[in-house]
């Protein structure tokens, strides 16, 4: 199934899966609305092929400034023509999974088929749920989760649906329009490894985004290592993408093809630059997106 942007080529196998992403806190110094809707303009214009907003409920501090990730991702649909945009990603256990369908369905056809939606646990748990007096236990939130995802692909069909859970119930029902992508948006699996649960559950969708615990990113090794064990769980046929976030200089070209060569041959579909922690500031963020993606050559 090729998606938005995609194509066949001459390139390698792996060279020709590659997508790059920008990966953009929607808290803190650019969460100001406008400003993100420019930087993903930006990021369009300078040949980036994602823009993905963390969809945090508070941000890492109560008192920073946030944004809400679908608001500002809808915005940004009508403001681009190209570039696919998306949620690394939205904890779906604090959210009512039929609204969560009418709003991502909504977007979908406002980017004309460009979102993608990114899921897991919600982390840390005290952040994005305690704090609001909602259950942070590991194995509710899990569970919830995947009774969410259900429900969201069933009510993306367009075609009447019913669904009953042990935290959700649907009665028969029928949103309409359909999402725009057939057969329906992509979903991204979010967890950390060597944790096996979010990984056999990232197998039955569309794609992984790997993390190490306690908190460290995955190295070639590592994503082999992953890879490797959902595809022993993987059952569809479907392309599936593995996502890798990280950081580049954008100056020193041959250093970051390098890097991006060895995660590809590791499996690797897209590469997320990284606009937090190291440049956490505006200027520095637009900087670094007007720098363009570490392509290979």
Not at 200 to 211: F, M, S, T
Not at 232 to 237: A, F, V
Not at 238 to 249: A, E, H, Q, Y
Request: some cysteine.
């Amino acid at each position: 199934m090729l998606r938005e942007g995609e194509s066949e080529n001459t390139m390698t196998r792996e060279q020709s899966k590659i997508r790059y992403g920008l990966y953009v806190p929607n808290f803190g110094k650019a969460s100001n609305p406008q400003t993100l809707i420019q930087l993903a303009s930006e990021a369009e214009e300078c040949g980036w092929n994602g823009f993905f907003l963390w969809d945090s409920i508070s941000g890492e501090d109560r008192r920073l400034p946030t944004v809400d990730a679908f608001t500002t991702l809808a915005a940004m649909a009508v403001n681009t023509k190209r570039i696919r945009l998306g949620t690394t990603v939205t904890a779906l256990a604090r959210r009512r999974p039929w609204k969560v369908a009418r709003e991502t369905a909504t977007i979908d056809h406002l980017s004309n088929g460009r979102l993608t939606l990114g899921v897991g646990l919600g982390f840390p748990p005290d952040q994005e749920f305690s704090r609001f007096g909602e259950d942070p236990n590991n194995k509710v939130r899990a569970a919830k989760l995947d009774e969410a995802l259900e429900i969201l692909v069933g009510l993306w069909t367009g075609k009447p649906f019913a669904y009953r859970g042990t935290h959700f119930t649907v009665k028969r029902t029928q949103f309409l329009p359909p999402s725009k992508q057939r057969p329906r948006i992509p979903i991204w699996v979010g967890g950390f490894w060597p944790r096996k649960r979010p990984f056999i559950r990232a197998a039955k969708w569309d794609g992984v985004i790997p993390l190490i615990t306690p908190m460290r990113l995955p190295q070639p090794d590592d994503l082999r290592t992953i890879l490797g064990y959902i595809n022993r769980h993987r059952t569809s046929k479907m392309p599936f993408d593995v996502v890798k976030i990280g950081w580049t200089s954008g100056v020193l070209r041959k250093k970051d093809t390098e890097k991006i060569g060895l995660l590809a041959e590791a499996g690797m579909t897209w590469w997320l630059e990284c606009l937090y922690g190291k440049t956490n500031s505006l200027e520095k963020m637009r900087k670094r997106i007007r720098m363009g993606p570490p392509r290979l050559s």
